[in-house]
């Protein structure tokens, strides 16, 4: 797949990324600098990306509200740009996905990456916090209601 190759390679020039891992099933690993890991899968009967970024670990602890607003933000695929919450049934981590076409230019994938980043650390608080006062609820992303 020469043109995700490609694609991963220009975008060392506009994101501070470590390094990337290829593997097989036109699969790739970006580990950023920042310590986050990028899961990039090539899906060409679909002429897509897509990126996915490990929020959170899934635990028993989670209160049904919490994951009731997974869901919920999963229904509003257009106020939240197509992102998606799965868990992978393997391990019980809980991932942000979005599906984007193969022909993207650079710099939206890099601005992409870059906000998915910074999303999923507003994610992550929100559902590792045990117990949350309003005033925290409040500093959470606009599409983050609970």
């Avoid at 470590?18 to 990039?40: L, N, P």
């Avoid at 990306?49 to 509003?76: A, G, H, P, R």
Wanted: include cysteine; aromatic fraction near 8%.
């Amino acid at each position: 797949m020469d043109k995700v190759n490609t694609l991963l390679i220009e975008l060392g020039n506009t994101l501070d990324i470590e390094r990337v891992t290829a593997y097989d099933y036109q699969m790739w690993t970006v580990y950023m600098s920042a310590g986050k890991e990028i899961e990039v899968q090539g899906l060409d009967e679909r002429e897509e990306l897509l990126l996915s970024i490990k929020v959170c670990q899934d635990e028993e602890s989670f209160e049904i509200k919490k994951l009731k607003t997974l869901l919920e933000y999963n229904f509003l695929y257009r106020e939240s740009g197509g992102v998606q919450f799965c868990i992978d049934p393997k391990n019980n981590e809980v991932h942000m996905q979005i599906s984007i076409p193969l022909t993207s230019e650079v710099s939206r994938v890099s601005i992409l990456i870059t906000q998915l980043m910074e999303l999923c650390e507003l994610w992550k608080q929100y559902l590792t916090a045990q117990f949350q006062s309003i005033e925290q609820h409040k500093k959470l992303h606009t599409f983050i209601s609970v």
